[in-house]
């Protein structure tokens, strides 16, 4: 899949998730991972987030000049026809980023009560369930993102 601006804006939501979090488990006692292997896993972290918001400022630079792809479709067939675009009426690139911030939060947080050991397994998959909706979601607004972009480019060539 190439890269779009949704796509990469979703990866910087998930890095940033994972950095707060490491962070988190940086300051508890109760942590899995030693301190050390902590720091290094942030060390990484950071590294991969400089390397994905360079990536996101080149991909704005190169979209007005019709040098990269702006949107891939999704050809995912398990979810039913009625979770698809179930987004709201998102207007604006950043309230599409900002949903889909949220999204990938809330995913993270499923995942998490998915994980739970004493819980029964039907709890489980009702929150399989849950995961399923988020992630068609996220979909969604990745591709609104892609959308809002790509006419936020054709208005501008339009005016100019």
């Known amino acids: 899949m190439a890269e779009t601006l949704g796509s990469l804006t979703d990866k910087l939501a998930i890095k940033s998730i994972k950095e707060f979090y490491i962070k988190k488990m940086l300051q508890s006692k109760k942590a899995k991972f030693s301190k050390g292997q902590l720091k290094n896993k942030l060390e990484i972290l950071k590294k991969q987030k400089r ?12 979209a007005p000049a019709g040098r990269i792809v702006l949107s891939d479709e999704k050809l995912k ?6 979770l698809i675009g ?9 309230g599409a980023i900002d949903g889909l911030t949220k999204k990938n939060l809330e995913l993270w947080h499923l995942e998490d009560e998915a994980r739970r050991e004493e819980v029964s397994l039907s709890y489980i998959g009702s929150i399989k369930k849950k995961i399923d909706v988020a992630n068609q979601q996220r979909n969604d607004l990745i591709d609104k993102i ?5 006419q936020k480019l054709k208005n501008l060539k339009t005016r100019g």
């Open 77 to 82: 067939l398990y979810n039913k026809p009625q």
């Open 86 to 94: 179930r987004i709201g009426n998102i207007k604006s690139v950043s």
């Open 146 to 150: 892609d959308a809002l972009f790509d």
């Open 51 to 62: 390397s994905m918001l360079k990536e996101i400022e080149e991909f704005i630079v190169e």
